[in-house]
């Protein structure tokens, strides 16, 4: 039976959120409506763990959407953020963390080159997107239907993450034109990749090397090197958005792991330590058509920021080769106990996972893109979330995310988690009791 979560101050503050703030949060997710429950207001992170301001803890699978790889709070990036914020918090002037940040990423990262920094993901898929248009001399962009690459008004349509979990087919207040230049077809569909790109007037291709924003749906085998291939073959360039799996699937992203490489590529998330940081990169030449270097213009107040440098420095720094062994190793053993505690259940499930991503789908049959993702059991996934949030487990609110454990993450804390789980299935076939 599931137990009553107090959450007397999260549902005061609710109310007077949704008074100043567009359905009570800043980004849409955090809403948690596609789980069917009013949101969770957090007080503080330790690790691997949150408390609400109700003091209910919970061991955390959302770790901000990404960018706490070590965990909350972490003390060599706290000591950096402390040191760096005694110097003051920004200038609008150049500084040495911002070099030695690049340096780092240039260092990773296979293809770039030259990076110019951002403060979200949006705006860094949107200055690629610009780049590639002024490199081609072209227009159209060629996106997969469920891929989310920030909400920039050309990539609303079919988007995943906060707009599939919302159910909005494409943002109104996103002009025909802006959606008239982006061609959206299925993930893993080669056919219509093949079709999209005879012959086509394409500026860019643009795609997650592993999408997690429809939930995991990894790239069939063979299909990355098609895009390379499609992309070559009709004189788009070929945009990979690792905003989530940069730094994160490998020390080098999903790029080390495929070996296909892009001609662009989008960071954030993990770059930033959890400040306000993106990134993208590529060839110096192509690189150098940003302004000031080139015409291509972009900007930002706070871009490269002194503090999300250095907690993006210093959080990359801790990602040696052990870092990436032991969050395969956990995600793995957590994928591996929730498969289990299904089948014990007799829930059909498909549990996808990558280092430190895993989603788990409610279908009989494996997800391979977007359409499949949005068949799965919707309402079951959000029972499941409910179950495991009364039992002190965070799961991603909507299944159209991905499960980001961290390096934080502990044995015990894996136990946990797998009890949850297992009674989280079961208490699936009883009546739920009502928070
Ligand atoms: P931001 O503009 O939110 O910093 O980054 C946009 C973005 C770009 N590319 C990928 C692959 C992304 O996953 C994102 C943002 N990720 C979502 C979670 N899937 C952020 C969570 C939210 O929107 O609140």
């Given amino acids: ?30 809403a948690m409506r596609s789980i069917g429950r009013d949101p969770i207001f957090i007080d503080r992170g330790e690790g691997a763990e949150i408390l609400d301001v109700d003091g209910n803890r919970y061991i955390d699978y959302v770790c901000s959407w990404g960018p706490l790889i070590h965990g909350h709070a972490y003390p060599r990036v706290l000591a950096a953020l402390r040191e ?34 951002t403060s979200s993901g949006t705006e860094a898929s949107m200055t690629a997107i610009r780049l590639a248009r002024a490199a081609t001399g072209r227009e159209h962009v060629l996106k997969f239907a469920g891929a989310y690459h920030g909400h920039l008004d050309g990539l609303l349509a079919e988007a995943g993450s906060g707009l599939a979990t919302q159910a909005l087919p494409a943002s109104p207040g996103v002009p025909e034109s802006a959606a008239a230049q982006t061609i959206v077809i299925p993930w893993n569909d080669e056919a219509a990749l093949r079709a999209s790109t005879a012959g086509s007037e394409l500026a860019a291709i643009i795609a997650e090397p592993l999408p ?24 788009a360039l070929l945009l990979l958005d690792e905003v989530i799996s940069g730094f994160r699937v490998a020390r080098g992203g999903a790029q080390e792991l495929s070996g296909v490489q892009a001609d662009l590529t989008i960071m954030g998330k993990v770059i930033g330590g959890g400040l306000p940081a ?3 990169g590529g060839a110096t030449e192509l690189m150098r058509m940003l302004a000031p270097a080139g015409a291509v213009y972009q900007a930002g107040t706070l871009s490269g920021n002194p503090l999300a440098v250095a907690a993006g420095i210093a959080t990359l720094e801790l990602l ?17 106990g929730l498969r289990e505690a299904a089948h014990a259940a007799g829930r059909a499930v498909q549990i996808v996972s990558a280092t430190g991503l895993l989603t788990v789908f409610f279908s009989d049959e494996p997800i391979a893109n977007f359409g499949q993702a949005t068949r799965s059991d919707l309402a079951l996934y959000a029972r ?18 991905a499960w980001f454990p961290s390096l934080a993450h502990s044995e015990e804390q894996l136990q946990r988690t797998l009890a949850a789980a297992a009674a989280a299935f079961a208490a699936l076939e009883q009546p739920e009791l009502v928070a």
């Fill in 1 to 30: 039976m599931s137990a009553a979560l107090t959450d007397t101050r999260s549902a005061e503050l609710y109310e007077r959120a949704q008074r100043r703030i567009p359905g009570g949060v800043n980004s849409p997710v955090r």
């Fill in 84 to 117: 760096t914020a005694a110097k003051g918090t920004s200038f609008g002037a150049p500084t040495a963390g911002e070099v030695r940040l690049a340096e780092m990423v240039a260092e990773r990262m296979q293809g770039v080159e030259m990076l110019r920094m």
């Fill in 212 to 235: 997690a924003n429809m939930g995991l749906v990894p790239p069939a085998p063979g299909f990355l090197e098609l895009l390379r291939e499609r992309a070559d073959q009709c004189g």
């Fill in 320 to 336: 040696d080769e052990d870092a990436y062994e032991r969050l395969a190793d956990y995600t793995a053993r957590l994928a591996a």
């Fill in 384 to 401: 499941w979330c409910r179950e495991l949030l009364a039992r002190g487990v965070y799961p991603p609110p909507s299944q159209f995310e």
């Fill in 278 to 280: 993106a990134a993208l």
